[in-house]
């Protein structure tokens, strides 16, 4: 049944937008939908999006005369009896289930044209893939609580062209990924991912029981030093080195890293064979740098930092394969104490890695070849979508990092080779725009500060102005989706978690009260044994 709630008055103030005039302006919010009908077809429903509702005709000497015409009695004594509103709509299309997407006619409904409120089984029709494979729920639509109108994204988007998610502190990003990766897991879908978790928020996922067999919690991932190069050894020290240090550190690392194909040839004597040194430590990397006449204090000083470096281990390293385990999400937590720099190359080493060998697993499906077993054995032989929290952090705006570097390249080209990138932040405005701009799906929760929000306008075209006004105005758990992995941009109430959230923010005044009549106890209990010695050391003197 059509739900009738205004009618025509013309152009908006863009071609693709137009005005109407309602009487129903509490179910009319921003970002709801609405449709009108083609003339010459009554089954055909062009969907439209409010934008805005601020301009009130008051009484019926501001509703234009130009109205009059095209609408009925019923109609006219509607508007002239009740309070009407100006609203401003923006025309997305006729909805086409083959091409997944709207066919923008670029038509405006004429003057009194009926607009119809857009019902729940229109907007599911939309917003349901009848694709049950490769399909996210991320939750309903937002202000249609009561008919839990699901809200779906198509996976393939997001592993493909990357995602971002911006949200302020408390918003609800880590909730919202957690949702995310709940769903990439699910037996429809089966995706593999990879999560850099810099502050421990998603370990909760691998604990589920339902849901902790589809998870790989990687504790302390290690890094074999023999295996950094030098521009591993860039990313870890604070400042560049030098050109001659690096030449230096260069000789020195192939001094010791002699190869176990020229260890074991037959032409190298068998007592040098004994000698080789196929595992190493940074102090051993500086003994070898103190010898001879070219000691370098400076280059020996930053070697030494990496010392307490925990990811960095002379014997073992986390292989590719344990990082990237087909069909799970694999969950890296950043070692207790870990500083910027050591973050640093956590990151920069395992996802150079899973670039690298998603690079070598597509050129050898295309059937090139040209490597040898060893290198096969690293392939990475499915899509990787990386996601990393405090994304700002490893590609920030105004800092020069290799890990920005690299970001960027997988941000540019990481969909040839089936890397997809997710990066999320709480603060947009210090990510670099190269990297959010190449997002071409977004996630944007509650948004305060207005520089973020206007970065988010400038590098999130997808959603539109007037979703992006509402940023300051949602709530924990609700979010504006928007981009290629979903129809149309919809205001979305994120659903419950089915695992438990690992990254709640505390009861300050609940555990505070918790902790305070716990140190009561104590301090009784510690009270009553100090009574009964001095009793007991009484009686005892009493006694003598």
């Not at 694999?330 to 080493?349: C, D, M, Q």
Request: glycine share 6%; proline share 3%.
């Amino acid at each position: 049944m059509k739900d009738l709630t205004g009618w025509a008055l013309g152009p908006g103030r863009t071609e693709e937008s137009f005005d109407f005039v309602t009487t129903e302006i509490e179910k009319l919010k921003v970002g709801e939908f609405v449709y009108y009908e083609p003339d010459d077809r009554d089954d055909t429903k062009i969907l439209c999006r409010i934008q805005e509702r601020d301009r009130i005709v008051a009484d019926e000497s501001d509703v234009p005369q130009t109205l009059e015409p095209h609408v009925d009695a019923d109609g006219m004594e509607t508007l002239t009896t009740n309070r009407g509103y100006r609203v401003t709509a923006k025309v997305l299309g006729v909805y086409d289930e083959d091409m997944g997407g709207f066919r923008n006619l670029r038509s405006s409904p004429h003057i009194g044209q009926e607009v119809y409120y857009a019902h729940d089984e229109l907007l599911a029709e939309i917003l349901t893939p009848s694709e049950r494979q490769g399909v996210l729920h991320m939750g309903h639509v937002l202000n249609r609580e009561d008919a839990d109108v699901k809200v779906f994204v198509d996976m393939d988007e997001v592993a493909t062209k990357h995602l971002s998610v911006l949200a302020s502190t408390g918003a609800g990003k880590s909730y919202t990924v957690g949702v995310l990766l709940e769903e990439t897991v699910k037996p429809g879908n089966r995706g593999t991912s990879v999560v850099f978790d810099i502050h421990g928020e998603y370990f909760t996922l691998a604990e589920d029981d339902e849901y902790g067999d589809r998870f790989n919690l990687i504790e302390e991932p290690r890094i074999k030093i023999s295996n950094l190069d030098l521009d591993d050894f860039q990313v870890a020290f604070a400042e560049d080195a030098t050109n001659v240090q690096r030449e230096r550190l260069r000789e020195v690392l192939d001094d010791l890293d002699i190869d176990d194909t020229t260890a074991s040839s037959s032409s190298v004597s068998a007592e040098y064979q004994d000698n080789v040194r196929r595992d190493y430590s940074v102090a051993d990397i500086i003994d070898r740098l103190s010898e001879g006449n070219r000691v370098d204090d400076n280059l020996a000083w930053r070697l030494g930092l990496l010392e307490d470096f925990v990811s960095l281990d002379p014997e073992t390293e986390t292989s590719v394969q344990e990082l990237c385990e087909p069909g799970k999400c694999n969950i890296i937590e950043f070692p207790t104490g870990a500083e910027e720099l050591e973050r640093n190359l956590i990151l920069w080493y395992f996802t150079k890695q899973i670039m690298e060998s998603r690079k070598e697993a597509v050129r050898v499906q295309r059937g090139r070849g040209g490597f040898d077993a060893k290198a096969r054995e690293r392939h990475i032989d499915v899509p990787v979508t990386i996601f990393i929290e405090e994304a700002h952090n490893f590609a920030p705006i105004d800092r020069e990092l290799k890990t920005r570097d690299l970001l960027q390249e997988i941000a540019r080209e990481g969909r040839k080779f089936g890397v997809g990138l997710c990066v999320i932040s709480q603060r947009p405005s210090r990510l670099d725009e190269d990297v959010l701009s190449q997002c071409n799906s977004s996630i944007i929760m509650k948004v305060r500060n207005g520089v973020d929000q206007e970065t988010i306008a400038r590098s999130v075209e997808a959603a539109g102005e007037d979703l992006l006004r509402d940023l300051p105005g949602l709530t924990t758990g609700q979010a504006i989706l928007a981009g290629d992995f979903i129809n149309t941009p919809v205001l979305t109430k994120i659903r419950l978690r089915e695992t438990e959230h690992g990254g709640m923010t505390p009861d300050v005044a609940k555990e505070s009260i918790k902790a305070y009549k716990e140190a009561q106890k104590r301090k009784k209990k510690k009270r009553e044994r100090a009574k009964k010695k001095a009793k007991k050391s009484r009686d005892k003197g009493r006694g003598d």
